[in-house]
């Protein structure tokens, strides 16, 4: 038992953080847009303020290096990019074909697809960074001490679940995210997509031993949202918001059967569970 009272703590000081940093934000910004960049920082903020607090003068060297950001995990790009895009996409394609939204394009020709491709190109790089400021506290630092309590799988529904919650202070309080649809529709929806997305990017983490991955996976749903978003356009009321998006039913579903599929099968989930406490790895290294 007493093995275990070191990552509680360090669990439930990481989540009183930025559970409290969150609904600061959403109050003392409902309205700013601004209010998106600092919620995306917050979990790295509570992971700092955790490596001068609770963590050993000794450790904290070696806490930043077990958080991923070292190692590039090369081979998990693929996945990283394509399950994301297949997922979110097919949402705003069942979105099309139930008549829940209409295909708006604007104005394409052979001139614009090369800067389309461009700006496509330059929203899957230059965001993932920026996307890091949360996955460095999710799957970096609060995955692997779940992971020291609980299971592998339960460790990865479990840190989904918290990063869900974690949005809610932006969804119900704030005016700059997740807008479309009622209230306790949307807020439930996204919570339960979070989580079940969250499952994939465990995997990610654990089976490249980076952060990198996840980034990327997070990153590439964002952009397919936002591309949705403006190509899509809602048949009626919030009909769009409730079938593809963050809130959508057909989200939702796609990422359940993820889940599900690499809570069942995965091999990376097949091993004993290792300490956080792991040695350093080679830098870039695939």
Not at 124 to 153: A, M, S
Not at 164 to 176: N, Q, R, V, Y
Not at 209 to 220: E, G, M, R, T
């Amino acid at each position: 038992m007493k093995t275990l009272q070191k990552p509680l703590r360090e669990v439930a000081a990481y989540l009183a953080i930025t559970y409290v940093l969150a609904l600061l934000i959403a109050f003392a910004l409902p309205n700013a847009h601004f209010n998106l960049l600092l919620s995306v920082m917050v979990p790295t903020v509570a992971v700092g303020i955790l490596t001068f607090t609770i963590t050993p003068r000794g450790s904290r060297r070696r806490l930043w290096r077990e958080i991923g950001l070292n190692r590039a995990g090369f081979r998990s790009w693929p996945a990283a990019i394509l399950v994301p895009l297949l997922l979110c996409g097919g949402a705003y394609g069942t979105a099309l074909l139930i008549g829940a939204g209409r295909l708006h394009l604007g104005e394409i020709s052979a001139a614009t697809v090369p800067g389309w491709a461009i700006n496509f190109a330059i929203a899957l790089v230059v965001p993932t960074v920026i996307i890091l400021g949360e996955e460095i506290g999710w799957r970096g630092y609060l995955l692997p001490r779940f992971q020291q309590v609980t299971g592998r799988r339960r460790a990865a529904v479990a840190t989904g679940f918290a990063h869900g919650l974690f949005h809610l202070p932006l969804i119900l309080i704030a005016t700059t995210y997740d807008t479309g649809g009622a209230r306790w529709i949307v807020a439930p929806s996204a919570v339960l997509t979070i989580t079940a997305a969250g499952v994939l990017y465990a995997w990610l983490r654990d089976r490249s031993n980076s952060v990198w991955p996840v980034a990327i996976a997070h990153n590439a749903a964002n952009t397919v949202f936002d591309l949705g978003a403006s190509a899509v356009v809602a048949t009626s009321g919030s009909s769009l918001a409730y079938v593809a998006g963050e809130t959508g039913f057909a989200t939702l579903g796609a990422c359940v059967v993820v889940a599900v599929v690499l809570l069942r099968w995965a091999r990376v989930w097949r091993a004993p569970v290792e300490a956080v406490e792991q040695q350093p790895v080679a830098a870039l290294h695939a």
